[in-house]
T-cell receptor, first 115, second 112 residues
Framework: DSGVTQTPKHLITATGQRVTLRCSPRSGDLSVYWYQQSLDQGLQFLIQYYNGEERAKGNILERFSAQQFPDLHSELNLSSLELGDSALYFC??????????????FGPGTRLTVT | LAKTTQPISMDSYEGQEVNITCSHNNIATNDYITWYQQFPSQGPRFIIQGYKTKVTNEVASLFIPADRKSSTLSLPRVSLSDTAVYYCLVGDRGSTLGRLYFGRGTQLTVWP
């Protein structure tokens, strides 16, 4: 158990819909990262937040957005969903400081299925 | 971001030592080498990180030669539960790029 929690574990929805994925980082970690993992794309970095502020952006679509709240939990919002958005979405947190870190601790993931 | 090259797959038997080598010819002076392990449908797990020579923890050892153009993750006496994908990542530990490029990793299969 990494200490990072994610909800829900599974999510099934239809194309065009909007969903919100939630993540709680390890106690004390200020940085939260979001990743998407699909069979054909591998593990893709989406976005990083540090103490409520966006710090780095990866391959995140404009239909996707995220935020980190004062209690440090984070939410990833996916809208206008397409079949291709079906994937595992992971949240990770890191014990390091402001800069993105290579020592990250991943949650169990949310499996999103778009039908 | 330094590009890494790893074998796509490896097989081993229980009780053997497994060495997975990662090539990173373009590694920069400030780059660290980090290895992750991922089981199916689970998030990657941080295993070990190093800069040069040898690093050992309770799970694995990481060997890095003087030129740092490659690194080897060593798993002692593997068991069936070590069957997983192993990723090698190289980058500045304090990188401002913010992205971890995991690549496809090495699928290690341990047989009884």
């Amino acid at each position: 158990d990494s200490g990072v929690t994610q909800t829900p574990k599974h999510l099934i929805t239809a194309t065009g819909q909007r969903v919100t994925l939630r993540c709680s980082p390890r106690s004390g970690d200020l940085s939260v990262y979001w990743y998407q993992q699909s069979l054909d794309q591998g593990l893709q970095f989406l976005i990083q937040y540090y103490n409520g502020e966006e710090r780095a952006k990866g391959n995140i679509l404009e239909r996707f957005s995220a935020q980190q709240f004062p209690d440090l939990h984070s939410e990833l919002n996916l809208s206008s969903l397409e079949l291709g958005d079906s994937a595992l979405y992971f949240c990770a947190s890191s014990p390091r400081g402001l800069q993105p870190s290579y020592e990250q601790y991943f949650g169990p993931g949310t499996r999103l299925t778009v039908t | 971001l330094a590009k890494t090259t790893q074998p796509i797959s490896m097989d081993s038997y229980e009780g053997q030592e497994v060495n997975i080598t990662c090539s990173h010819n373009n590694i920069a002076t400030n780059d660290y080498i980090t290895w992750y392990q991922q089981f199916p449908s689970q998030g990657p797990r941080f295993i070990i990180q190093g800069y040069k020579t040898k690093v050992t923890n309770e799970v694995a050892s990481l060997f890095i030669p003087a030129d740092r153009k490659s690194s080897t993750l060593s798993l002692p006496r593997v068991s069936l539960s070590d069957t997983a994908v192993y990723y090698c990542l190289v980058g500045d530990r304090g990188s401002t790029l913010g992205r971890l490029y995991f690549g496809r990793g090495t699928q290690l299969t341990v047989w009884p």
